[in-house]
């Protein structure tokens, strides 16, 4: 059974650039959640998607943005980085009708902004 | 708006110690509440849940009980091992189908020492 998997595993930007981060899901599931977790703090809600339509956002601006395909795997885009971007973008799944309210996570991607 | 306090730390334990990690919450319905944990350069995995008051979820040995009365979910060890060295999120989530967004604490670094 597969997990969570997320690519890359690192990279490295430089203010100003776009980075796109791409993710699949737990095998069965059908909704994907982005978190940002910076360095020494607890992860932070960026948005979720369910039939390749956000369905719910946290508290980012508009420079973050994703998309979900229809074999539910998902994408984040970051434009305009800043140096504040500088984190680890964990992508989470779950299976919404049938299901439970785990949410399963993948390992991660660092993204250093330079 | 719904949060997640946990115990400052970092905790530090001899092989064997006794383990409490607090946690308590504040939500606006009543959520399912989790323990994950995050090894050193990894990303999220579950260690226990529970989705109601009074549950215990459990886990490697591992406990937490669902306290209602006290908003609280406080993770319990009776021995750890050096091995349980890791950072632990304490987490909710209200589920209303389709709106799973999860509300970490900060995290508690707990290092085990031989």
């Known amino acids: 059974d597969a997990g969570v998997t997320q690519s890359p595993t690192h990279l490295i930007k430089t203010r100003g650039q776009q980075v796109t981060l791409r993710c699949s899901p737990k095998s069965g599931h059908d909704t994907v959640s982005w978190y940002q977790q910076a360095l020494g703090q607890g992860p932070q809600f960026i948005f979720q998607y369910y039939e390749e339509e956000e369905r719910q956002r946290g508290n980012f601006p508009d420079r973050f943005s994703g998309h979900q395909f229809p074999n539910y795997s998902s994408e984040l885009n970051v434009n305009a980085l800043l140096l504040g971007d500088s984190a680890l973008y964990l992508c989470?799944?779950?299976?919404?009708?049938?299901?439970?309210?785990?949410?399963?996570f993948g390992p991660g991607t660092r993204l250093t902004v330079l | 708006g719904d949060s997640v306090t946990q115990m400052e730390g970092p905790v530090t334990l001899s092989e064997e110690a006794f383990l409490t990690i607090n946690c308590t919450y504040t939500?606006?319905?009543?959520?399912?509440l989790f323990w994950y944990v995050q090894y050193p350069g990894e990303g999220l995995q579950l260690l226990l849940k529970?989705?109601?008051?009074?549950d215990k979820g459990s886990n490697k040995g591992f406990e937490a009980t669902y306290r209602k009365e006290t908003t609280s979910f406080h993770l319990e060890k009776g021995s750890v091992q050096v091995s349980d060295s890791a950072v632990y999120f304490c987490?909710?989530?209200?589920?209303?189908?389709?709106?799973?967004?999860?509300?970490f604490g900060t995290g508690t670094r707990l290092t085990i020492i031989p």
């Open positions: 989470a799944s779950t299976l919404v009708i049938g299901g439970t309210d785990t949410q399963y």
């Open positions: 987490a909710l989530v209200i589920s209303n189908f389709g709106n799973e967004k999860l509300t």
């Open positions: 939500a606006t319905g009543y959520p399912s």
């Open positions: 529970a989705t109601k008051a009074d």
